[in-house]
Nanobody, 116 residues
Framework: QVQLVESGGGLVQPGGSLRLSCAAS????????MSWYRQAPGSERELVASITHLGRPTYYAGSVKGRITISRDNVKNTVSLQMIHLKPEDTAVYYC?????????WGQGTQVTVSS
């Protein structure tokens, strides 16, 4: 059974930083491209970043480009999202998934709230 468990979210002030992590189990992690999505209240889920199975980032959303870095560890079966210079509009639930996303693998996500 595939499980993707996100962690690392929280409340942060504008300009602050967070590092999100996603632990994967139940799949041959190193074979899959991975991604991070986010969904803000009242909005559709959007792709934030993606990374190849070998660790090469392939996409950053324009709204976050320059402020986030996606990375992975194929030994620990984790994919991470380092976020800096956070803005209130980054407030959302963040999810990891395969890339392209599989509708069967959405987890609970981790809430990121950027507010003073």
């Amino acid at each position: 059974q595939v499980q993707l468990v996100e962690s690392g979210g929280g409340l942060v002030q504008p300009g602050g930083s967070l590092r999100l992590s996603c632990a994967a189990s139940g799949l041959a992690f190193s074979y899959y491209d991975m991604s991070w999505y986010r969904q803000a209240p009242g909005s559709e889920r959007e792709l934030v970043a993606s990374i190849t199975h070998l660790g090469r980032p392939t996409y950053y959303a324009g709204s976050v480009k320059g402020r986030i870095t996606i990375s992975r560890d194929n030994v620990k079966n984790t994919v991470s999202l380092q976020m800096i210079h956070l803005k209130p509009e980054d407030t959302a639930v963040y999810y990891c998934n395969l890339y392209p996303a599989s509708r069967d693998y959405w987890g609970q996500g981790t809430q990121v709230t950027v507010s003073s």
